[in-house]
T-cell receptor
Framework: AAGVIQSPRHLIKEKRETATLKCYPI?????VYWYQQGPGQDPQFLIS???????DKGSIPDRFSAQQFSDYHSELNMSSLELGDSALYFC???????????FGPGTRLTVL | AQTVTQSQPEMSVQEAETVTLSCTYD???????LFWYKQPPSRQMILVIR??????QNATENRFSVNFQKAAKSFSLKISDSQLGDTAMYFC????????????FGTGTSLTVIP
């Protein structure tokens, strides 16, 4: 079965640089979520989109923005990167019918 | 606000034995979902089991079952016939019954299955 695809899987950036993470949901899933997981921590919700509209918002810094496109894929844009942004970033998708979230493999971001 | 509490940071169980992981939550919502996710060393988040709050029957998925006590706001996970592959971090999660709504995760329980 198709799963959530995230790219890139690993990303290394310098402080103050920008990064773009991409997420391709499971086919026919209309909702996308972004989470940030630091070492030894539980995932922290950043933002979600349903049918290309922002649905819920969590602890997403103002330096970050995201959107969902017409093909339902989503991108998380991160600017002015800080050392503390180093984390595993998960994308998850769900259908509005079932609401259980299926997670991608994550993008490991390292900020040097 | 919703909070999810997992009071057991670490647990261990002998292979083939049964273990129960506890989770409590606090919410004023009446319609919601509860989930258990497993995160092995690969760090992939894998859905283990899901419970809808309006269903009184406890969910079961093969060796995994839950004890859902809505009044007590408790949602424990029982793993029967534990296998080495069950070694992972287990997260309890709460979600309001609204499309696109976020998960609220507990802090996780690290489970080790001992051969």
């Amino acid at each position: 079965a198709a799963g959530v695809i995230q790219s890139p899987r690993h990303l290394i950036k310098e402080k103050r640089e920008t990064a773009t993470l991409k997420c391709y949901p499971i086919p026919r899933h209309d909702t996308v979520y972004w989470y940030q997981q630091g070492p030894g921590q539980d995932p922290q919700f950043l933002i979600s989109f349903y049918e290309k509209m922002q649905s819920d918002k969590g602890s997403i810094p103002d330096r970050f923005s995201a959107q969902q496109f017409s093909d339902y894929h989503s991108e998380l844009n991160m600017s002015s990167l800080e050392l503390g942004d180093s984390a595993l970033y998960f994308c998850a998708s769900s259908s509005s019918s079932y609401n259980e979230q299926y997670f991608g493999p994550g993008t490991r971001l390292t900020v040097l | 606000a919703q909070t999810v509490t997992q009071s057991q940071p670490e647990m261990s169980v002998q292979e083939a034995e049964t273990v129960t992981l506890s989770c409590t939550y606090d919410t004023s919502e009446n319609n919601y979902y509860l989930f258990w996710y497993k995160q092995p060393p690969s760090r992939q988040m894998i859905l283990v089991i899901r419970q809808e709050a309006y269903k009184q029957q406890n969910a079961t998925e093969n060796r995994f079952s839950v004890n859902f006590q809505k009044a007590a706001k408790s949602f424990s996970l029982k793993i029967s016939d534990s296998q080495l592959g069950d070694t992972a971090m287990y997260f309890c999660a709460f979600m309001k019954r609204l499309t696109g709504n976020q998960f609220y995760f507990g802090t996780g329980t690290s489970l080790t299955v001992i051969p």
